[in-house]
């Protein structure tokens, strides 16, 4: 579920005035003074599943999700994936819920306790991100220019993040965790700050589900 968690910080949106072309962190900082919300589309591609050993197969084709996006900052977003597998990420600001639909299971934490040293603190956070990450521009690629952030912390899971945006729009993220192995997202059809019911942000357990409190 971890990789789930990473998955979350991945949402976007807030452009900047017509015809600007800042610098990959002026555009982060643009985004993070602009965006109070925001809904999208995404497609996540994560490293092969691993064998019934547990050791990643070698040429084993990645996974690819697809799936929507809401967020409110701070603190409060939802994360859907809807294909191949159902499995659902709320926080309402104070818990993060994880609902994976076919193991019928939630498990339930903090959201402090879930988010420092993460993309999420990054893009769901009060905008003091850079107390836990070294954060740089690292070039320009296909049209996206990305920023490097790398955590202060060495007990993250993340070894560095990388966030690209085209036209003052996040695009993508690259995150790669402390065994070496990275996961790309997409991001399309991003709605910079619509209305969000905030109901859309509650979650209650379905009748029947277990429920794993992390203390």
Known sequence: MKAIVAGVALVCAAALPSGTVAAPIDQLH???????SARGEFTQSSPAAPSPNGIAKANGAPQVSHGTFEFQRP???RWT???PYEQLIVSDGDHLFLFDKDLNQVT????NGSLPASPASILFGSNDFEHDFQVANDGSSDGIDWIRATPNTKDSVFESIRIGFRNGLPAAMQLRDSFGQSTQL???HVQPNPAIPGDDFRFTPPPGVDVLEDK
């Open 108 to 111: 339930k934490r903090k959201l």
């Open 186 to 188: 997409a991001f399309e």
């Open 30 to 36: 643009e985004f993070l003074a602009q965006a109070k």
């Open 81 to 83: 994936y809807r294909t």
């Open 75 to 77: 603190g409060r977003f």
